[in-house]
T-cell receptor
């Protein structure tokens, strides 16, 4: 399978600070990456679609000014949680879309666990 | 009606048995179907995808798709305790690039 990395794996920050999470596709190019959030024992919630070289597409109810997404290259997308608050504490997971011949699949990074104090 | 439905479980099977996980979806235009495995505290891992009606086998895993009935299933043969996880069904509805996930079925393989 394809390899997607995320950094950091875990972060603890104070309320009001900003946190940047990186998502990299290591062995394939991804024009599209996705950012999800998952609360304990809940399913994945898609936050936004990150498109290389263009603006991200946010899902309904997700504040684009709070969750800044940049997809500056074919292998890197970043999510910045601005002015983080305790309610932003969650497991953030990215995925990268891999197109190979007739197959179109998404591979997930290992996730970033954010705790806002 | 939810777009992708799964029984939350837990589904308990004895070691060595066949585990059968089911998923139904509402969008008839769905083209691609995926099964992900997620261990507690970890991110989802792609284990199978299927595009055409019928069965697709990969090792101990078999994905089954029936578009007329709008269901997709995952069979795990010779279940092992290491298979204990939550299995997420995902559907690429409407030809777009977004996946819609079910809430997952928790599988427990007991010794």
């Amino acid at each position: 399978g394809a390899v997607v990395s995320q950094h950091p794996s875990r972060v603890i920050c104070k309320s009001g600070t900003s946190v940047k999470i990186e998502c990299r596709s290591l062995d394939f190019q991804a024009t599209t990456m996705f950012w999800y959030r998952q609360f304990p024992k809940k399913s994945l919630m898609l936050m936004a679609t990150s498109n290389e070289g263009s603006k991200a597409t946010y899902e309904q109810g997700v504040e684009k000014d709070k969750f800044l997404i940049n997809h500056a290259s074919l292998t890197l997308s970043t999510l910045t949680v601005t002015s983080a608050h305790p309610e932003d504490s969650s497991f953030y997971i990215c995925s990268a879309r891999r197109l190979a011949g007739s197959t179109d699949t998404q591979y997930f990074g290992p996730g970033t666990r954010l705790t806002v104090l | 009606q939810k777009e992708v439905e799964q029984n939350s479980g837990p589904l308990s099977v004895p070691e060595g048995a066949i585990a059968s996980l089911n998923c139904t979806y509402s969008d008839r235009g769905s083209q691609s179907f995926f099964w992900y495995r997620q261990y507690s505290g970890k991110s989802p891992e792609l284990i199978m995808f299927i595009y055409s009606n019928g069965d697709k086998e990969d090792g101990r895993f078999t994905a089954q798709l029936n578009k007329a009935s709008q269901y997709v299933s995952l069979l795990i043969r010779d279940s092992q305790p290491s298979d204990s996880a939550t299995y997420l069904c995902a559907v690429n509805a409407g030809g777009g690039n977004k996946l819609t996930f079910g809430t997952g079925t928790q599988l427990k393989v007991e010794l």
